[in-house]
């Protein structure tokens, strides 16, 4: 099922104005709004999705769309910018993959910054959405370990959750 548009969807948006160059990649486009903002200032972007009817939808010109798990499919490309609102609430009952990001929330977030780490260029930026609604502690460590630096570039507080845009660098 597409992810509607909402209150993350928004301030990522927010985010990626500041950044611009030649390849952008989001992991999880959903409805497209995000990578569509991206088309603005990049040259390249490049969206995946599991879900293809989203990808279906979400199409635009210039848009390179795969239907893919997070960057796997990707090779031979460097990107100044990787973005994505994943799927970051903790595991219901019944998990539903636009928002349950594993039993901590935070598992599918990890397992998209491991996928996408080895393209990104070197002076490149990896956004996540964050929620305060998950453990990130995985996150934190996963940052250590590969040297790079993490900062919160931007943050919501909602009436149910706080949200967080978190920047991965070199
Ligand atoms: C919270 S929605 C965000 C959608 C859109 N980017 C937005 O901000 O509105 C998360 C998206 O990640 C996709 N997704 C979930 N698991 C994925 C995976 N392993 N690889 C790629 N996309 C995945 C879902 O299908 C969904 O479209």
Known sequence: MMYVPAEDTFLLMECVQK???RWALEMGVGSGAVTQSLARNFENVVGTDVDLASLAYSGGKGLLLVCCDAASALTNVRFDLVVSNPPYLPDDLERDR??????????TTLHFAESALPLLSEKGSMLFVVSSLADSSALDSFAKEKNLNKKVVKEKALFYERLYVVELTF
Do not use: F, M
């Open 19 to 21: 950044y611009s160059g």
């Open 98 to 107: 636009t928002v349950h990001g594993g039993p901590s929330g935070i598992e």
